[in-house]
Antibody, heavy 119, light 107 residues
Framework: QEQLVESGGGVVQPGGSLRLSCAAS????????MHWVRQAPGKGLEWVAV????????YYADSVKGRFTIARDNAKNTLYLEMSSLRGDDTAVYYC????????????WGQGTLVTVSS | SYVLTQPPSVSVAPGQTARISCGGN??????VHWYQQKPGQAPVLVVY???DRPSGIPDRISGSNSGNTATLTINRVEVGDEADYFC??????????FGGGTKLTVL
């Protein structure tokens, strides 16, 4: 059964950095496009970033461009999100999710990891 | 940028039909996907490519898309359908765009 498990969330001060991980199992990770989507408390879904299966294509939301970096290690079946220059409005639950193409539907979702940016 | 507009809330009695709209400029020319999110849980894909259902999604749930409005329809609504629903499309310069979400309340 396909499964995604996020980790790495926590409390970080404004201006700080954090790295999220998403461990995949139950499917051929290297064949799928991977996304990060976040949800601020009580708010809707906001797409953050996407990386192609072959790692050669990446896109970012304008709100995180230049501050966040998406990466993957297909040998370890793991997706990453490096976050820096964190701000209060980055506080959210961060989900990883799969799709078959860059602009397709998000098929499998993890349970999310909470990032809180606060002093 | 491309904007998807959903009503904040929809209320329906058990057994009735719920319709949740997702408005966007010429959205009928795009593929629309829908997600269901229950409190404290991750979103779940319930409709993709306007009207297809993933395995395990009941046929009470359906989708349509034409003109400037896509619609998620839930027939014979059950208490367990109470959730937030989000539509999604892609647009130039942004692979994934979500609507603001609609809270479905089963009265």
């Amino acid at each position: 059964q396909e499964q995604l498990v996020e980790s790495g969330g926590g409390v970080v001060q404004p201006g700080g950095s954090l790295r999220l991980s998403c461990a995949a199992s139950g499917f051929t990770f290297s064949s799928f496009v991977m996304h990060w989507v976040r949800q601020a408390p009580g708010k809707g879904l906001e797409w953050v970033a996407v990386i192609s299966s072959a790692v050669n294509t990446k896109y970012y939301a304008d709100s995180v461009k230049g501050r966040f970096t998406i990466a993957r290690d297909n040998a370890k079946n793991t997706l990453y999100l490096e976050m820096s220059s964190l701000r209060g409005d980055d506080t959210a639950v961060y989900y990883c999710a799969t799709s078959t193409i860059i602009n397709g539907e998000l098929i499998v979702w993890g349970q999310g990891t909470l990032v809180t940016v606060s002093s | 940028s491309y904007v998807l507009t959903q009503p904040p809330s929809v209320s329906v009695a058990p057994g009735q039909t719920a319709r949740i709209s997702c408005g966007g400029n010429n959205i009928g020319s795009k593929s629309v996907h829908w997600y269901q999110q229950k409190p404290g849980q991750a979103p779940v894909l319930v409709v993709y490519d306007d009207s297809d259902r993933p395995s395990g999604i009941p046929d009470r749930i359906s989708g349509s898309n034409s003109g400037n409005t896509a619609t998620l329809t839930i027939n014979r609504v059950e208490v367990g359908d109470e959730a937030d629903y989000f539509c999604q499309v892609w647009h130039t310069n942004s692979p994934v765009i979500f609507g603001g979400g609609t809270k479905l309340t089963v009265l």
